[in-house]
């Protein structure tokens, strides 16, 4: 994979938000099953992909710079569960109207405006390649 192909991830960033929001209880939290429940600002943040350990690299050349890379999710069983304002929010609604049960998936691999940008397409599929 070239250079210029590469996640635009800076590791530095992840792990002073790691430290920022867990690192006076690290030590107590690894290995752990891990409830949080995000509000505000908060809620936008892939608690799973946390860099937890700084690499050897603050931006890696490969993509197996990217995997090798400890994260959260890596150390911690982790579940991200809704804030109490939004659970609220949730009971006000009235019961569904559904006659049966609902199972949606998206494609993560969204062709962008033009309908035609496979870059995440070939991305994945060197992804997949080289795994």
């Known amino acids: 994979?070239?250079?210029?192909?590469?996640?635009?991830?800076?590791?530095?960033?992840?792990?002073?938000?790691?430290?920022?929001?867990?690192?006076?209880?690290?030590?107590?939290?690894r290995g752990k099953h891990l409830l949080i429940v995000p509000?505000?600002?908060?809620?936008?943040?892939?608690?799973?992909?946390?860099?937890?350990?700084?690499p050897d690299k603050p931006i890696p050349d490969l993509i197996a710079g990217y995997r090798a890379a400890t994260c959260l999710a890596?150390?911690?069983?982790?579940t991200i569960l809704p804030s109490v304002g939004s659970l609220q929010a949730l009971r006000q609604l009235p019961p569904s109207q559904a006659?049966?049960?609902y199972i949606a998936f998206g494609n993560p691999l969204l062709l962008g405006r033009?309908?035609?940008?496979?870059?995440?397409?070939t991305l994945r599929n060197q992804l997949v390649t080289v795994t």
């Not at 960033?13 to 790691?18: F, G, W």
């Not at 890596?74 to 982790?78: A, D, E, L, M, S």
């Not at 033009?114 to 397409?121: A, I, V």
């Open 99 to 101: 006659r049966e049960p």
């Open 1 to 29: 994979m070239e250079r210029t192909d590469r996640p635009n991830c800076r590791f530095s960033s992840d792990i002073e938000l790691y430290v920022n929001l867990f690192g006076q209880v690290a030590n107590l939290l």
């Open 74 to 78: 890596k150390q911690n069983t982790i």
């Open 39 to 54: 509000s505000g600002p908060l809620t936008s943040i892939p608690f799973h992909v946390l860099v937890t350990e700084k």
């Open 114 to 121: 033009s309908g035609n940008d496979k870059s995440l397409l």
